[in-house]
């Protein structure tokens, strides 16, 4: 029997269970067409994670933790914190700071000198790094905040203050949780 990573089987699940058969084929999908969209959405990750490896060869691996470290604040430390502190964050807000940190960290470091533009880069013959820091994260995290302020600002349909505290009351304690309620 053949086994794949977890990482790699939950981002096969996504996006054959959730992005493909509901939001491609919008819930008109066979079972066989789904496991074949499976399939290749894992040879797909495959692909491009044996790149981003041979690519990554001969670097620092501490350096490429902090870079996967920036990566992953810019794209949730913004909705974490605002969901904690902010009581008007809505989800439009999380999804433009969650979508628009991680773009933003992943552009920057295509673009920086990790990638070209010197002898330790992943493609040393090429030049085209106008950003000139190595980590984004000096940049792309307070972007993520930004854009989560400003989704949140924009929408136009902001959420129902008092369901909003009861549901954190039922999130932080329990209360109510036994018991389904109409929205």
């Given at each position: 029997?053949?086994?794949?990573?977890?990482?790699?089987?939950?981002?096969r699940?996504?996006?054959?269970?959730?992005?493909?058969?509901?939001?491609?084929?919008?819930?008109?999908?066979?079972?066989?067409?789904?496991?074949?969209?499976?399939?290749?959405?894992?040879?797909?990750?495959?692909?491009?994670?044996?790149?981003?490896?041979?690519?990554?060869?001969?670097?620092?691996?501490?350096?490429?933790?902090?870079?996967?470290?920036?990566?992953?604040?810019?794209?949730?430390?913004?909705?974490?914190?605002?969901?904690?502190?902010?009581?008007?964050?809505t989800?439009?807000g999380?999804?433009?700071?969650?979508?628009?940190?991680?773009?933003?960290?992943i552009?920057?470091?295509?673009?920086?000198p990790?990638?070209?533009?010197?002898?330790?880069?992943?493609?040393?013959?090429?030049?085209?790094d106008?950003?000139?820091?190595?980590?984004?994260?000096?940049?792309?995290?307070?972007?993520?905040?930004?854009?989560?302020?400003?989704?949140?600002?924009?929408?136009?349909?902001?959420?129902?203050?008092?369901?909003?505290?009861?549901?954190?009351?039922?999130?932080?304690?329990?209360?109510?949780?036994?018991?389904?309620?109409?929205?």
């Open positions: 029997m053949r086994t794949i990573s977890t990482s790699t089987r939950h981002l699940d996504i996006y054959a269970n959730v992005i493909y058969a509901n939001v491609i084929a919008k819930g008109k999908v066979n079972p066989q067409t789904e496991v074949k969209v499976a399939r290749r959405t894992v040879v797909v990750i495959g692909i491009v994670t044996i790149g981003g490896g041979i690519l990554a060869n001969g670097q620092n691996v501490a350096f490429l933790v902090a870079l996967a470290f920036a990566v992953a604040a810019s794209a949730n430390l913004p909705t974490i914190l605002y969901s904690l502190f902010w009581k008007r964050f989800t439009r999380a999804l433009w700071s969650m979508y628009g940190g991680l773009a933003v960290a552009i920057l470091i295509a673009f920086s990790v990638v070209s533009g010197n002898a330790k880069a992943m493609i040393p013959g090429a030049d085209f106008w950003f000139p820091l190595a980590n984004p994260g000096l940049v792309s995290i307070p972007v993520a905040f930004l854009l989560g302020w400003l989704g949140t600002v924009l929408d136009k349909k902001q959420e129902d203050l008092a369901m909003q505290a009861e549901m954190e009351v039922r999130s932080l304690t329990g209360v109510g949780a036994e018991k389904a309620t109409s929205h």
